[in-house]
């Protein structure tokens, strides 16, 4: 059974920064996807920020793109979202998923493909 736990996150104004970090029971080789969803208040859950194991390959989606960095810890059991120039809009519960799927890259955003989640910690951006 794999468990990822993530730790992070909290209250910052608009313009500031956090880090969101998650740690995998496994190493995440085991894994072909691992990513960053976040759910906001009263809408759907949202990818964000993946990383596909198999090229090193990171993607974002619009929203974030230039804002948020995504990246694996040498042991290559944790992962990390870097949060800068954070807006109001990016608030919400933010969530690890990991996928053993290899055509998880197809479906980055898709949230099926990912079997395994963390609890969610939560954002807040204030202005």
């Known amino acids: 059974q794999v468990q990822l736990v993530e730790s992070g996150g909290g209250s910052v104004q608009a313009g500031g920064s956090l880090r969101l970090s998650c740690a995998a029971s496994?190493?995440?080789?085991?894994?072909?996807?691992m990513a960053w969803f976040r759910q906001a208040p009263g809408k759907e859950r949202e990818g964000v920020a993946s990383?596909?194991?198999?090229?090193?390959?990171?993607y974002y989606s619009d929203s974030v793109k230039g804002r948020f960095t995504i990246s694996q810890g040498n042991a290559k059991s944790t992962l990390s979202l870097e949060m800068d120039s954070l807006k109001e809009e990016d608030t919400g519960t933010y969530y690890c998923?990991?996928?053993?799927?290899?055509?998880?890259?197809?479906?980055?955003?898709?949230?099926?493909?990912?079997?395994?989640w963390g609890q969610g910690r939560p954002v807040t951006v204030s202005s």
């Open positions: 998923a990991a996928s053993p799927y290899r055509s998880c890259r197809s479906w980055l955003w898709d949230d099926t493909v990912y079997d395994y």
């Open positions: 496994v190493n995440s080789y085991k894994m072909y996807c």
């Open positions: 990383l596909y194991f198999d090229g090193d390959d990171t």
